[in-house]
């Protein structure tokens, strides 16, 4: 499996961005796909995650309302719309995928097998 992170870039406060996370290598609809960031110095945090074959999602509190993750099976990727960015959204964004991730384990990074490079946001204040 491949992935590919991409549509990162720099974002004035209140602005807006998509990510997208293209698979490759396998069957995509068979894959959970998530997205975590993290900043120099922290841990990776969960962001979103949508499962495979139900397509349910699920969202860390902090971007809850602002952020939406969908996945297009016809073109196998996973998008990121992030709306109303504000500076605490800065960081590196990487998406991840697993086949085989039980739903207690989706906001957990070390559920998933396979993950992306990074692609980078900043939210200007």
Known sequence: VQLQASGGGLVQAGGSLR???????????????????????????????????VSNTYYA?????????????TKN???????????????????AASSRIILSNLRVSSGYEFWGQGTEVTVSS
Request: net charge positive; glycine share 4%; aromatic share 14%.
């Open 19 to 53: 990510l997208s996370c293209a698979f490759s290598g396998r069957t995509f609809r068979d894959y959970s796909v998530a997205w975590f960031r993290q900043t120099l110095g922290k841990e990776r945090e969960f962001v979103a995650a949508i499962r495979r074959s």
């Open 61 to 73: 509190d902090s971007v809850k309302g602002r952020f939406t993750i969908s996945r297009d099976n």
């Open 77 to 95: 990727t996973v998008y990121l719309q992030m709306n109303s960015l504000n500076p605490d959204d800065t960081a590196v964004y990487s998406c």
